[in-house]
T-cell receptor, first 115, second 113 residues
Framework: GAGVSQSPSNKVTEKGKDVELRCDPISGHTALYWYRQRLGQGLEFLIYFQGNSAPDKSGLPSDRFSAERTGESVSTLTIQRTQQEDSAVYLC?????????????FGAGSRLTVL | GDSVTQMEGPVTLSEEAFLTINCTYTATGYPSLFWYVQYPGEGLQLLLKATKADDKGSNKGFEATYRKETTSFHLEKGSVQVSDSAVYFCALSAYTGRRALTFGSGTRLQVQP
C-alpha cells in the first residue's frame, strides 16, 4: 500500500482481556518495527523484524507481549491479560533497511485504553 | 547502550523567532541521525536526516548538522511559524547491531502568533 496501515485506530478494553493490534507495512519494506508511546512521553522500542532473521524482542516489557510477522507482510502485536499501564499508542513502522540511513515510515498508530 | 537526550519542553516562541532544539547522543560507532516531527493528531514523519559527520540535513527551513566531536545534532530554524507547532523527536540508527531507531523523549514546540 501507499503507507503503513494500522488497525484498529482505537481500542478500549477491560483489564485482563487480550488485544490484538495489526500492522500492514509498505509493500516491499523488509523491516518492521513496533514502538509504544505513552501519553506525553517518547517512543519506547518494543520489537523489530527484518526479513527471515530472528526478531529482536529486546524491548518487549513482559511475557504478556508478543508479536508475529508473516514473511515480509502483516504483523500482529498481541497483549495478553491487559493492565492499565498498557494504555498507550502503539506505533508500527516499516523501512527498506538500506545500508546507511534507515528511514522509518510510521503508521498513524493504535490507541489502546485499558479500563 | 545507545541513547538520545533532548532538551525538555515545552518550548514556546513567538512567530518569526529563531528556534534551537538541542539533541545529543551516545552510540557505538557512527550512527545515522534523524529528526522526526509529530503534528497534532498525526503520526510521526521524517523531517530530516544526516548519515555521516559534518553532514547537514535540511527540510522545510529546518536544519541540523551532524557534529561527531560534540555528539550533537541540534535542530534549528531561522523563523518559526504557527504551523511548526508540533513535537520534535531526535533519533539515531546504529551502524551495526540493532537497526531499530532509538528516540529521544521529544520536545514540544508551541509557536504563538
Amino acid at each position: 500500500g501507499a503507507g503503513v496501515s494500522q488497525s484498529p485506530s482505537n481500542k478500549v478494553t477491560e483489564k485482563g482481556k487480550d488485544v490484538e493490534l495489526r500492522c500492514d507495512p509498505i509493500s516491499g519494506h523488509t523491516a518492521l518495527y513496533w514502538y509504544r508511546q505513552r501519553l506525553g512521553q517518547g517512543l519506547e522500542f518494543l520489537i523489530y523484524f527484518q526479513g527471515n532473521s530472528a526478531p529482536d524482542k529486546s524491548g518487549l516489557p513482559s511475557d504478556r507481549f508478543s508479536a508475529e510477522r508473516t514473511g515480509e507482510s502483516v504483523s500482529t502485536l498481541t497483549i495478553q491479560r491487559t493492565q492499565q499501564e498498557d494504555s498507550a499508542v502503539y506505533l508500527c513502522a516499516s523501512s527498506l533497511e538500506l545500508s546507511g540511513a534507515n528511514v522509518l515510515t510510521f503508521g498513524a498508530g493504535s490507541r489502546l485504553t485499558v479500563l | 547502550g545507545d541513547s538520545v537526550t533532548q532538551m525538555e519542553g515545552p518550548v514556546t516562541l513567538s512567530e518569526e523567532a529563531f528556534l534551537t532544539i538541542n539533541c545529543t547522543y551516545t552510540a557505538t560507532g557512527y550512527p545515522s541521525l534523524f529528526w522526526y516531527v509529530q503534528y497534532p493528531g498525526e503520526g510521526l514523519q521524517l523531517l530530516l536526516k544526516a548519515t555521516k559527520a559534518d553532514d547537514k540535513g535540511s527540510n522545510k527551513g529546518f536544519e541540523a548538522t551532524y557534529r561527531k566531536e560534540t555528539t550533537s545534532f541540534h535542530l534549528e530554524k531561522g523563523s518559526v511559524q504557527v504551523s511548526d507547532s508540533a513535537v520534535y523527536f531526535c533519533a539515531l540508527s546504529a551502524y551495526t547491531g540493532r537497526r531499530a531507531l532509538t528516540f529521544g523523549s521529544g520536545t514540544r514546540l508551541q509557536v504563538q502568533p
